[in-house]
Every structure is written in structure tokens, then in C-alpha cells.
């Protein structure tokens, strides 16, 4: 059994280098059983029901192609893509969890998040429901997609501009005892841009980092994760 763990791609154009790398990453794997992707594999992503962004169009058939070749594809939403929508419910077959979930894989429980839900910030966690409350959905609905895209990208440019490294910190404070409380044999999440590998007493610890500047990732092969960097 094989799986690949990735997160924070925040892709934006199919001619940005990083959308590049990972569109070359997948086309290498073979015989892949699981794609797990732990949010903010797009800057921005509100799910409609008849439409996608086309910038994304490239990235969406490769997983299509994955898909429909027996890949099973899980989707951990992050704080940059939520409300997934139908397209990667239905179309992918993918399992989209909107928080965190143990997945039973390989004979290992595995607690798979994209790690937001540990920033201590009230501010941040009642911006986060904000986001994702009915309200938000209704008014997608509503307005012009075209509008939403625009408003999204520079919402995403000044927040760079006030923070151009994002998170980038050691997430070990926050995740050792967020494992002691996972009743998981592994723990693995995104956000933090940090790559981390450690193990705590039965729980082996893994922050993904990026696939901005790292590419970073973890495979899973045969009950075994490791963290691994991919060289284009």
C-alpha cells in the first residue's frame, strides 16, 4: 500500500512554479493507493455546483486521471479552499473533510489535519467559522463568481504582503500534545510551512511543510511514513 501526504501548495496559475512541480510530482507516482491532500493546495477555493475556477482545471483532471485509475483521494479543507462542493464529491469520488478525521490506512490510525484548528486565537477560530457559516455559502450563490475570484486574490495579496513568510514556525509546542490527546498511532497536518518528523512516545508526528519553496511531503509505504522532499 502506498500514500502520499501533502498540504499548502496555495497554487494560483498552472504557470507558477510550484503548480508546475506538483502537477510533474504526480505525474511520477505509480500504483499510488491513497492521495491525501491536508488543505491549501489552492489559494483560494469556494465550491460551486456547476462550475470550477479555471486555473484549477489543470490540477482537477490530473486528480480525475488519479481517481478513475483506483487512486483513492481525501481532501482535508484548509482556511485558503472550504466548502468543497460537488465537483470533488461527486466527479472525483474524493472524501472531503471539513475539519480533522482518524483514517484507518494500512493497518495504522491516522489522524489527518490541516492544523488551523490548533492556532489558540479566538480571533482567527471565529474568522474560520465565519468563513464557512451558511451566510458565506448563500451569498456564493449569489454573486458573480468573477467577482469572488478577484476579491479572494487580493484579500490573499495584502494578507502576504502583512505576513510574506504565512506561518512558517515550529508547530512542536502545538502538536505533541494535540498526539497525546489523538488516540492515533500517527499524526499528520499542513498550515505551519514548517516540515517536521519526531516521534512522541507511540505517535509518530508529521507537519508536511510546503509545496511553495520545500516541496515537501510524506509517503507511506507498507505501514512506514516518512518525510520526503521532492527534487523537480
Same mark, same amino acid.
Given at each position: 500500500? #502506498?500514500?502520499?501526504?501533502? !498540504?499548502?501548495?496555495?497554487?494560483?496559475?498552472?504557470?507558477?512554479?510550484?503548480? /508546475?512541480?506538483?502537477?510533474?510530482?504526480?505525474?511520477?507516482? #505509480?500504483?499510488?493507493?491513497?492521495?491525501?491532500?491536508?488543505?491549501?493546495?489552492?489559494?483560494?477555493?469556494?465550491? @460551486?455546483?456547476? +462550475?470550477?475556477?479555471?486555473?484549477? =482545471?489543470?490540477? +482537477?483532471?490530473?486528480?480525475?486521471?488519479?481517481?478513475?485509475?483506483?487512486?483513492?483521494? @481525501?481532501?482535508?479543507?484548509?482556511?485558503?479552499?472550504?466548502?468543497?462542493?460537488? @465537483?470533488?464529491?461527486?466527479?472525483?469520488?474524493?472524501?472531503?473533510? &471539513?475539519?480533522?478525521?482518524?483514517?484507518?490506512?494500512?493497518?495504522?490510525?491516522?489522524?489527518?489535519?490541516?492544523?488551523?484548528? +490548533?492556532? &489558540?486565537? !479566538? /480571533?482567527?477560530?471565529?474568522?474560520?467559522?465565519?468563513?464557512?457559516? %451558511?451566510? =458565506? /455559502?448563500?451569498?456564493?450563490?449569489?454573486?458573480?463568481?468573477?467577482?469572488?475570484?478577484?476579491?479572494?486574490?487580493?484579500?490573499?495579496?495584502?494578507?502576504?504582503?502583512?505576513?510574506?513568510?504565512?506561518? $512558517? $514556525?515550529? &508547530?512542536? %509546542? @502545538?502538536?505533541?500534545?494535540?498526539?497525546?490527546?489523538?488516540?492515533?498511532?500517527?499524526?499528520?497536518?499542513?498550515?505551519?510551512?514548517? &516540515?517536521?518528523?519526531?516521534?512522541?512516545?507511540?505517535?509518530?508526528?508529521?507537519?508536511?511543510?510546503?509545496? =511553495?519553496?520545500?516541496? %515537501?511531503?510524506?509517503?507511506?509505504?507498507?505501514?512506514? =511514513?516518512?518525510? /520526503?522532499?521532492?527534487?523537480?
Amino acid at each position: 500500500m #502506498k500514500a502520499i501526504f501533502l !498540504s499548502d501548495a496555495h497554487l494560483r496559475q498552472p504557470t507558477d512554479k510550484n503548480y /508546475k512541480f506538483l502537477l510533474d510530482f504526480l505525474n511520477q507516482q #505509480k500504483d499510488l493507493d491513497a492521495l491525501f491532500l491536508l488543505g491549501d493546495i489552492f489559494e483560494f477555493w469556494l465550491g @460551486y455546483k456547476h +462550475l470550477v475556477f479555471t486555473a484549477y =482545471i489543470p490540477l +482537477l483532471e490530473k486528480l480525475r486521471q488519479l481517481s478513475d485509475s483506483g487512486t483513492k483521494l @481525501y481532501f482535508v479543507e484548509g482556511n485558503h479552499d472550504f466548502n468543497l462542493g460537488s @465537483y470533488f464529491t461527486e466527479t472525483l469520488n474524493c472524501t472531503v473533510i &471539513p475539519d480533522q478525521k482518524i483514517i484507518s490506512w494500512d493497518e495504522k490510525k491516522i489522524l489527518i489535519s490541516h492544523g488551523d484548528l +490548533l492556532n &489558540p486565537d !479566538s /480571533k482567527y477560530q471565529m474568522l474560520r467559522k465565519f468563513w464557512r457559516s %451558511s451566510p =458565506i /455559502k448563500l451569498l456564493a450563490k449569489i454573486v458573480h463568481p468573477d467577482f469572488v475570484w478577484a476579491f479572494a486574490l487580493w484579500l490573499s495579496n495584502k494578507s502576504s504582503k502583512n505576513n510574506p513568510h504565512r506561518s $512558517h $514556525h515550529d &508547530p512542536t %509546542s @502545538y502538536l505533541i500534545p494535540f498526539s497525546e490527546e489523538s488516540k492515533s498511532d500517527v499524526v499528520v497536518c499542513g498550515h505551519f510551512h514548517h &516540515p517536521l518528523d519526531i516521534q512522541h512516545e507511540n505517535v509518530r508526528i508529521i507537519a508536511l511543510g510546503d509545496w =511553495i519553496q520545500q516541496f %515537501s511531503y510524506a509517503e507511506m509505504e507498507n505501514g512506514k =511514513i516518512e518525510l /520526503k522532499c521532492f527534487k523537480p
